[in-house]
């Protein structure tokens, strides 16, 4: 589609917007937030701003083969048995018990909802949600996406496609909507809303992933590379309090191709095997439960074997017969299924010989660890008038499908009763035309500037974070050193955005992405400053301070302060709600 | 990597008002180029989510493993039916599997 390129100021055209609702990020969490806010009250108008278009985007766009989180309650499976084995997962955490368990209470008849939107399951013998682990139900989800952001407009919320949110509206330290850039039509939008829910998953490509380096392909990544955790660079930068940043995700995925790992050592049996023949997990940390300990031992047990001379690591597929091995495929397809196609470019039978693992760049994402916005039991961050849901909000790990889907919902019913008391202010001009000058500025420097690419910049900020923020080449470690390097260069790097320049809306659109990496770099390596202690080995590993410190069994928080720009370093205690060892599924 | 297009079975999907792949991509990565024949933008930056493939009505698309990780040439294509979708997938030597299932909708 031809594009409309502003040449300069006076020509960019602005798109004003009214609404009651706003959801930034029309994504697994933002679909079933608009379901449920217009089911609540069919009157309310809801808009969702979606950087992609909405039938595809963000971490479903190729579909699942699995709902991670279901409970079995005929398994005697209950919302607080849930709670433990997340608590669990993150080493005992500190995790928010209150926002699990209220997630968790909703989480089945969240997943429920899909079925009956259409999406199929598979059953057991006895017509129940067939277990591949002891949470995670299997699906034939390759059109999970479309069907979710089906029901979304079909429940009539408002969709505005390829528009991508640059920052929050405020009005002092209230958050009265978002403003953006339309990549298709070279608009700027403003749109007020009484209350807004950010939902735009988390960020990718803060690290460099290991990829990059065989083949080029920079986003050869598990998570959705095109969500860069914009929700929250636009939090940080109107003083949101964030949490647990540090907790980062990193994965043990297939070598050369970032394919699942889970759907083989969980669904299929298939166990972590190294060089040697041994199974890794039993030999070495039987102690923390061996094949089932929590995730960031599995993941980081592999690339300890790598370091110690124990490498290559696998995944044992040679247990397979043929026709699990065709099953498993069929999984993948679901999934990723680029990497079936992976695995027939090398002629690979499963069956006979191991697949290679290793591990991923490391991401923040709040629906895997603990990182994210610091929100109250109703999903509002420390923002009044902003919600957040899915990826994007912190302290309770393990979400997933159903989980990022379950507190869009409790996100938008705790909008619901805000905006009931709430009034929009008159425009503030002078914001609107400072957030238009700023997101602007790159491309209106035009295509002959002597400056940089936001993609150059990207890449600097890639191998900065990989080498002195513990990324994937460095086996995840770091020291306060390193850190301090980093934190400089991530000045350096913050600074020189007067540079960057875009020769059209889609390279505009990466400048601006990658300025808001950097924001959420910046925080990010604060946060892995202040944890002087490693809680999550391979999550968080610091040379410097290798065991756990007990003063440290609490959440760091940050928030940057609006009037010198630094970044305050906090705590907040951790408040066990479910009794028992912490670190016992 | 970046689909492949076969240029003489795409045909800008002129009975669109966007093309069907430049509309889904969820990196804003394909485009169609001056002679309206769709390209990828980015190479670099494909995350092989397989999305326009599915959606292009001319099957001109395919995703291509690079070569620094897979040999040439392997192929797999999706085709969408109601409510179901089949795919073939032909590995280095030969060998074509296929599979279908539904994706919409249950059995019952
Ligand atoms: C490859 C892969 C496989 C997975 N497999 C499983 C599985 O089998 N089972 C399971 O339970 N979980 C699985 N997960 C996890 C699960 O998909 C996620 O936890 C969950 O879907 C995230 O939901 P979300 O709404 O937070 O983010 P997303 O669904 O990613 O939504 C974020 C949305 O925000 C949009 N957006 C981003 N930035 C902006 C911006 N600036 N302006 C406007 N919009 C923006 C994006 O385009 C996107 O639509 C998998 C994840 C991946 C990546
Ligand atoms: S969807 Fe297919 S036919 Fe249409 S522009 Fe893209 S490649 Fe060409
Ligand atoms: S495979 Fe996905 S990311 Fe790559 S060009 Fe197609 S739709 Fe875009």
Request: net charge negative; aromatic share 8%.
């Amino acid at each position: 589609m031809a594009q409309t390129i502003p040449k300069d100021f006076n020509e960019i055209q602005s798109e004003m917007i009214e609404t009651d609702l706003l959801i930034v990020g029309g994504g697994n969490a933002g679909c079933f937030a608009a379901v449920e806010a217009k089911t609540k009250n069919p009157s309310l108008k809801v808009t969702i701003m979606e950087k992609a278009h909405i039938s595809r985007s963000g971490a479903t766009a190729a579909g699942m083969d699995a709902i991670n989180t279901y409970l079995r309650t005929d398994k005697g499976e209950t919302p607080e048995s849930l709670v433990k084995w997340s608590r669990a997962q993150v080493g005992g955490g500190p995790i928010r018990e209150d926002l699990a368990l209220s997630n968790a209470k909703i989480l089945n008849e969240t997943v429920d909802m899909l079925e009956e939107w259409g999406l199929p399951f598979v059953k057991d013998e006895e017509g129940h949600k067939q277990l591949r682990g002891r949470f995670d139900v299997s699906i034939h989800g390759e059109q999970l996406k479309p069907i979710m952001a089906e029901k979304a407009m079909e429940m009539g919320a408002q969709v505005l496609n390829r528009v991508v949110a640059t920052n929050l509206l405020m009005d002092g330290d209230r958050c009265i909507g978002a403003m953006g850039i339309g990549v298709r039509d070279g608009k700027f939008y403003v749109i007020r809303a009484k209350a807004t829910i950010v939902s735009t998953g988390g960020a990718c490509g803060i690290y460099k992933s290991p990829t990059t380096d065989y083949s080029g392909a920079h986003h050869q990544t598990w998570m959705c590379p095109f969500n860069v955790g914009t929700g929250y660079a636009m939090g940080i930068r109107a003083g949101a309090e964030m949490s647990s940043l540090e907790q980062r995700w990193v994965a043990t995925r297939t070598k050369d191709f970032s394919g699942p790992v889970d759907t083989l050592s969980v669904a299929f049996g298939c166990l972590i095997t190294n060089a040697k023949g041994e199974r890794v997990m039993q030999v070495r940390y039987a102690d923390k439960g061996g094949d089932k300990a929590a995730r960031f031992y599995r993941l980081n047990a592999p690339m300890t074997e790598w370091l110690e001379g124990r490498g290559p690591t696998y995944v044992d597929t040679t247990v397979l017969s043929q026709e699990d091995a065709k099953d498993l495929r069929e999984d993948l397809l679901n999934e990723r299924p680029s990497f079936v196609l992976f695995l027939a470019s090398r002629g690979h039978d499963i069956t006979k010989e191991p697949v290679e693992i290793y591990g991923s760049d490391p991401y923040i994402v709040g629906g895997h660890t603990g990182s994210g916005y610091w929100v109250d039991i109703n999903r509002m961050t420390t923002t009044p008038g902003l919600f957040a849901a899915g990826e994007t909000a912190g302290g309770n790990p393990n979400k997933f499908v159903g989980g990022c889907g379950a507190e869009g919902r409790l996100a938008a019913r705790g909008a619901v009763e805000y905006v009931k008391n709430v009034k929009l202010p008159a425009l503030d001009k002078a914001q609107v035309e400072k957030e238009k000058e700023r997101v602007f500025a790159p491309l209106l420097r035009g295509p002959e500037y002597d400056g940089v690419t936001g993609i150059e910049m990207e890449e600097r900020m890639q191998r900065l974070m990989d080498e002195y923020a513990g990324g994937i080449h460095q086996f995840y470690r770091m020291n306060e050193e390193r850190l301090d390097h980093a934190l400089k260069n991530l000045k350096m790097l913050k600074d020189q955005t007067k540079y960057l320049y875009a020769k059209d809306l889609h390279e505009l659109m990466n400048a601006l992405e990658v300025i808001d990496r950097l924001d959420v770099a910046e925080v990010l390596v604060h946060h892995l400053k202040y944890r002087k202690e490693t809680r999550w080995p391979g999550w968080q590993t610091r040379m410097d301070y290798p065991d756990v410190d007990p003063k440290l069994d609490c959440f760091v928080e940050s928030r940057r302060d609006q009037k010198t720009g630094e970044i305050q370093m906090s705590t907040r205690p951790y408040e066990q709600i479910i009794p028992g060892d912490r670190t016992k599924p | 990597m970046p689909p492949k297009v076969d240029r003489e079975k795409c045909d800008g999907c002129k009975a669109e008002k966007e093309s069907l792949c430049e509309q889904v991509c969820p990196g804003d990565l394909m485009h169609l180029g001056e002679d309206q024949k769709a390209f990828c933008r980015m190479p670099r930056d494909c995350w092989d989510c397989m999305s326009c493939i599915k959606a292009c009505p001319k099957g001109a698309l395919e995703t291509r493993i690079p070569y620094q990780l897979g040999y040439h040439v392997a192929r797999l294509i999706p085709m969408m039916g109601t409510n179901t979708i089949t795919w073939t997938c032909i590995d280095l030597n030969g060998k074509v599997e296929r599979y279908q299932y539904r994706n919409r909708g249950s059995d019952d």
